[in-house]
């Protein structure tokens, strides 16, 4: 009520002449994510998901009347909450341009709802405009909602659109230009992450996009799973990795293992008992809660990002200052360096020539491209160090690339790993060659002499196969991360 009434009152004001904005400096980022908080209040009563995100370049303060900006968000997402009965609703903000003067602010509120015809697009922010007759039945309000915000933002020399797809949902986004008062701030811990691997447990792809953006601002490392089962394969896998991961992120409602059931088998893990983790609740976790399920810190959702990395640090530094459990063993930190962990291909190669041809093939790759000139060379490195992919030459002398193989996959049984992709190189190409390489645990194979296009094409391949081979290739190859659609 108190909105229709303010709704109505600006709505006269504006068209008296009467209206006067404010000015005065602001946070872009809290404004987003306080109108995000709110809505969260009135949309979880619905099940829905509110997802907020706000890119590090945002301006910390800017000018412009904070009120106004707030009350056309609020009557947006007021909306695009009121038409979806399931899904979610993204309340996000996009620096369009930005000089030492003025930021270019395009804040975009996203829905899964019921959409608005292409034929209604056009009227609906005039005064009192429904989609239909049916749906005000149905919704209720006046339909002054979008009038305000139409007049509003042309008050402040800004611009409003849509698109939209009945059955699929709405996006509006406002642009604004507003004067600088203090651009984004560089903190002293903005490389504190970087290098680091964090596991993120999400089976939400709006949630895990924000995520992976917000991590690698960071410059840190994000590795996803979708559901739970995949965590523990992942956390398992990275034993391998010398314990790699620095931290978890995990959602409290997940698919098949709840969240809390997650944590606490990660617990009775001996390798992750002190691993930081980081549970993403709707509601807050009381301290009780967090202890009984091995819960280092619960961030409400939705997210706010300076909140997320200052937690993450703190939970990261006190792990590292802990030198000894209670039983005395030395605990390790889990950090990643170039040094020792950059990620690689072995080539298992006996001919020189052979394998500095591959080599140079290779080269452009964002992988470490590490030689052994034998069978037993390839075993023993490839069991000291995660190698994401195999380059196996099958005649090779003493230990050949079948018996190679064969020992690695026993091996990676024996320690409850999943396959590392090994592609066979081998003079011969006949079908035969092919199904013996299957069989004997190989994944692929090429036919010397090889072809770079072809070498390339089979690597990249079966890099993209593994979850974990996945997610950090993807980061490696620097994947664009799209936020809003």
Known sequence: MLELVTNILDYSKIHAGQLTLEKIDFSPRTLVEDVSQMMATIAHKKDLNVYCYVPEEVPALVFGDLARIRQVLMNIASNAIKFTERGEVLISLEVQELTEQEATLVFEIRDTGIGIPKAMQASIFESFVQVDASINRRYGGTGLGL???????????????????????????????????????????????????????????????????????????????????????????????????????????????????????????????????????????????????????????????????????????????????????????????????????????????????????????????????????????????????????????DMDGFSTTQALRDWEKANSLAHTPIIALTANALKDDREKCLAAGLNDYLAKPVKKDELLKIVNHWLELSPLNQAITRELFGESLQVSV
């Open 147 to 397: 009038t305000i915000v139409k007049e509003l933002i042309t008050l402040m020399n800004g611009r409003v659109w849509l698109e939209s797809t009945p059955e699929q949902g709405s996006q509006f986004w406002v642009e604004l230009k507003l004067p600088i008062k203090q651009m984004a701030n560089h903190e002293p811990d903005h490389d504190y992450l970087a290098g680091r691997y964090i596991l993120v447990v999400e089976d939400q792809q709006t949630n895990q996009t924000i995520l992976k953006s917000y991590l690698k601002a960071w410059k840190a490392r994000p590795i996803i799973a979708n559901n739970g089962i995949e965590a523990l394969q992942m956390l398992r896998n990275s034993i391998a990795l010398n314990e790699p991961f620095s931290a978890i992120i995990l959602e409290r409602c997940l698919p098949e293992m709840d969240g809390k059931t997650l944590a606490r088998s990660i617990r009775i893990d001996r390798h992750y008992d002190r691993l930081p983790l980081l549970m993403l609740s709707s509601r807050e976790l009381d301290k009780t809660e967090q202890r009984e399920h091995g819960v280092n810190a619960c961030i409400c959702t939705p997210l706010k990002s300076k909140q997320l990395k200052t937690l993450l640090i703190q939970q990261i530094q006190q792990k590292s200052s802990l030198k000894h459990n209670q039983a005395g063993f030395l605990q390790k930190e889990a950090v990643i360096t170039e040094t020792t962990h950059t990620p690689a291909i072995l080539l298992a190669e006996d001919n020189p020539i052979n394998a500095l041809i591959a080599t140079t093939m290779l080269e452009n790759l964002p992988y470490r491209i590490d030689h052994a000139g034998n069978g037993k060379e390839a075993f023993h490195k490839a069991t000291h160090y995660p190698y994401h992919l195999i380059l196996m030459d099958i005649n090779m002398p």
